[in-house]
């Protein structure tokens, strides 16, 4: 078996107010390249009092994020129009959830890797390091800030740039920053750290480092979302960041399972949110993660949460199959959720089964 060898943030900055030092973080990083930055901050943030402290030089973009997820043509375009303006920058920052995040991990990349990020969707595809990047989370759950991979949506799939290099060099984490996201979203992209936890934990590749990371996030997972005290508030918040880095942690070490599968389907064919599909999906999986649907039903009670059901009595046979197709072919989170065994588990007719019960 080969082990994971595992490429970390390489610097994290962590507390209340922490993002003011972000001018100091980068300042010894302007001389590279052509000496400026790049900013892509979620729009959310365009009229608000951020104090992100560009220079005359610098290049910002604030980015909508709402109307789709990152795609690759967004990223290409992206990339041109910087380089044309002002050549490769120094250095680019993110300020904003894991759309924002991913969008700043793939420009990175993509500043010095030739051609479309369609040719590099897939495991250790890009050929040359990129520019240092940084990433400041604005909502807390999907790990983003610490994965090594930038989701993006291509004509032909949903996959991320993946590999050592798409590791942010530093993240800023200020849970001051999370204290605005609406209570649906705090939710949705919360829940995407308790779904990576326990699919981390369901499978033949968890191991004492991926629950050790895991068990700790689930705990603060639960003091946020469960037990008394649970709800929006900025102590939460500063375990919400946490919970978040340490899920993106364990499931790196070990890997996700069906919910995700089946996420990265209904995303790809109908466009659903990552966070939220996750949602939907979660709350039909009793039979295979039976104590955490229960705990997660319990959080969406507790909340006041109501999800979406009876979607696929929209869905014809042609978009069932296609969604069930996209889903097939992660066959390493099959692998981990059923076993050795999983290509007789986990068939395309199984996995529409499971796409019909939503
Ligand atoms: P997001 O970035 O898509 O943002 C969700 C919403 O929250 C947007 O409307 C945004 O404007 C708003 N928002 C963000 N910060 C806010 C704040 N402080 N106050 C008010 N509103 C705020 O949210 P997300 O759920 O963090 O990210 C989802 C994306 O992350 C998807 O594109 C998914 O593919 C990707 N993802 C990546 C990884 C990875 O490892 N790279 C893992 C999981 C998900
Ligand atoms: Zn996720």
Redesign the pocket.
Known sequence: MQHKNFKNIDKVTYGRGSFSQLSETIAPIRNENNKYFVFVI????KNKSLNYNALPEDVVYFI???PH??TTQQIDALRDEVLAKKGLPSGIVGI???????IA?ALSLMFTNEGSSTLYQGLNLIKKKGIYHLGV?????????????????GPEK?L?LKCDW?VFNQVILDPE??????ND?WF??GM?TYI?CIESHNGIRNNAFSLAYGNQSLQLCREVYLYEGAGQNSENDDKLMVASLMG?LSLTYSEVGVCHALSYGL?KILGT????ANCIIFQHLEDIYAEGVNEFKQMLQKHAIVLPKNLSKNWDENTLRKMAEVSYNLPFMWNHAFGENYKEIATINYIESLFKRL
Request: proline share 6%.
């Open positions: 979620d729009n959310y943030f909508d994020v709402d997820e990152p904003g959830g894991g759309s924002i995040m991913d991990k989370p604005t909502i807390s759950g999907t790990g983003a800030e610490v994965s090594m991979t930038a989701v993006l949506t949903k991320g798409t920053l999370i204290a605005s996201v609406p979203w949705y992209t995407d990576h993106g995303s949110r990552h966070c939220y």
